[in-house]
């Protein structure tokens, strides 16, 4: 099998769904990711540093135990996973549902950081004006904070959809390695280097993930200049 011969059924089925896995991940975990930035970037309250850990934490623990615990909890015989299952008919373990779960977790610090970040270099001064002026905290947060930090928004985005595209440790914990329902890209590299004559294979693939990825990274700087465009359009009228 050549390099640059066209990608086999199996290959192609794992690039979809890796693509279907991070997209999901991304949007399904952007609302709680900007929830929880802003509170950690304007609220003070006891159990902050608390939050701040717990939202970090699967970027300090091994990949394998996120996978673990994501079993034990969301498992069809784990507590949610199980009231899951019952009352709603949802199964997660070993679906690709579940393999966008796992990236989403592993996803979610990174975008949180992000967008932390960028609510916090948004000036106090335009808040403290919103608020003389009588708007509600909401009216300020959707037209003033968001537009002024989606440069980190869309930062925390594409980073997101990198980790999730690549993840690996807690998605084969969780829902295994199923060609077709759960195997991802890299899952699929990790297979092809276990059968003999997969090297080409596994490049195939890791060039496609590489692809991928600068696309992303690509279409984030697109977006950006065009926001910073229509930004400072708005402001000239």
């Given at each position: 099998m050549s390099l640059f011969a066209p990608l086999l059924p199996g290959e192609t089925l794992a690039i979809w769904l890796s693509l279907k896995v991070a997209l999901v991940a991304t949007f399904a975990s952007l609302p709680f990711a900007l929830l929880v930035a802003h509170i950690l970037a304007r609220r003070r309250f006891p159990g902050r540093f608390l939050l701040d850990a717990l939202v970090h934490l699967p970027l300090v623990v091994p990949p394998v135990v996120t996978g673990y615990f994501l079993l034990v909890l969301f498992g069809r015989k784990g507590p949610i996973g199980q009231f899951l299952e019952t009352q709603l008919g949802i199964v997660l373990a070993f679906r690709w549902t579940g393999a966008a779960l796992a990236a989403a977790i592993m996803a979610f610090p990174l975008m949180v950081r992000a967008i932390r970040l960028s609510i916090e270099a948004v000036d106090p001064r335009y808040l403290e004006a919103s608020a003389a002026l009588g708007m509600s905290r909401l009216a300020t947060f959707a037209t003033i904070t968001l537009p002024l930090s989606l440069p980190g928004i869309i930062a925390g985005m594409v980073l997101a959809f990198a980790k999730a595209l690549g993840e690996f440790g807690a998605t084969i914990t969780f829902v295994s390695s199923i060609p077709g329902e759960t195997q991802t890209i890299p899952a699929a590299i990790y297979a092809a280097l276990?059968?003999?004559?997969?090297?080409?294979?596994?490049?195939?693939?890791?060039?496609?993930?590489?692809?991928?990825?600068?696309?992303?990274?690509?279409?984030?700087?697109?977006?950006?200049?065009?926001?910073?465009?229509?930004?400072?359009?708005n402001l000239i009228r």
């Open positions: 276990h059968v003999p004559g997969g090297e080409i294979a596994a490049w195939r693939l890791s060039l496609v993930s590489i692809l991928i990825s600068v696309l992303a990274l690509v279409f984030s700087e697109w977006t950006l200049s065009r926001g910073k465009s229509t930004m400072r359009n």
